[in-house]
Structures are given as C-alpha cells and as structure tokens.
Nanobody, 127 residues
Framework: QVQLVESGGGLVQAGDSLRLSCAAS????????MGWFRQPPGKEREFVAA????????YYTDSVKGRFTISRDGASNTVYLQMNSLKPEDTAVYYC????????????????????WGQGTQVTVSS
C-alpha cells in the first residue's frame, strides 16, 4: 500500500507563495490519480485540485483556479501543489490523497474516491 507524507506548509502573508509536496513510498504513484484537499478551521474538508495518472488532466475548485497548480513527478514519486497569491481564506490543513485509477486520464474530486491519505500539513495565511 502506498504511504503519503505532505510537507511545505507554514505561516505566510497574503500574496505570498508556497509549494506543498506529497512524497509517496511503498508503491509507485504511476497507478494513482492524485488529489489535494483542505480543511479550514471549523469547516469540513473540501476538494482543492486533482491530477490524472498521466499528469495531462487536471481540475481545480473555482476558488483556486489561476492561483494554484497541481503537478506530479514520476522520478521522485511526488505530487506538488504550487500555491501563489495566497489569501487568508486559503488557511487550512492541506491533505494529499491517492486514488488507484485504471484510466490514465481519469481524475477524482470526491473524498470517497480516494483510498489513501496523508497526515496533512498546516498552511496559515495572515492578512
């Protein structure tokens, strides 16, 4: 089974950038569609971004379109979330997740579609 570890979170000011990493071990991520979710303080966990197995298909929630970019690197077995122009409302615990996918182009946006989750990394954006 694949294990996921997120890193790269921290405290930044509005307008700054951060890059989150999700490093996988145990299995190659080449068979998995990947996603990033976040849980703001006092709220439920929500979808942020997803990428297909082949990396050619991506999808974002409306609030991060044009600011966040999801990508994956097969050589390092890592998925990234580049976050630019951060806003205070981006403050949350960010989780990466893996979905064993049969289709190279398929992506998943619902939490129940993902079998494996990381422990999360805190992102705090001050105004």
């Amino acid at each position: 089974q694949v294990q996921l570890v997120e890193s790269g979170g921290g405290l930044v000011q509005a307008g700054d950038s951060l890059r989150l990493s999700c490093a996988a071990s145990g299995r190659t991520l080449s068979n998995y569609a990947m996603g990033w979710f976040r849980q703001p303080p006092g709220k439920e966990r929500e979808f942020v971004a997803a990428i297909s197995r082949n990396g050619d298909n991506t999808y974002y929630t409306d609030s991060v379109k044009g600011r966040f970019t999801i990508s994956r690197d097969g050589a390092s077995n890592t998925v990234y979330l580049q976050m630019n122009s951060l806003k205070p409302e981006d403050t949350a615990v960010y989780y990466c997740a893996a979905d064993y996918a049969f289709g190279a182009w398929s992506i998943a946006t619902m939490q129940y579609e993902y079998e494996t989750w990381g422990q999360g990394t805190q992102v705090t954006v001050s105004s």
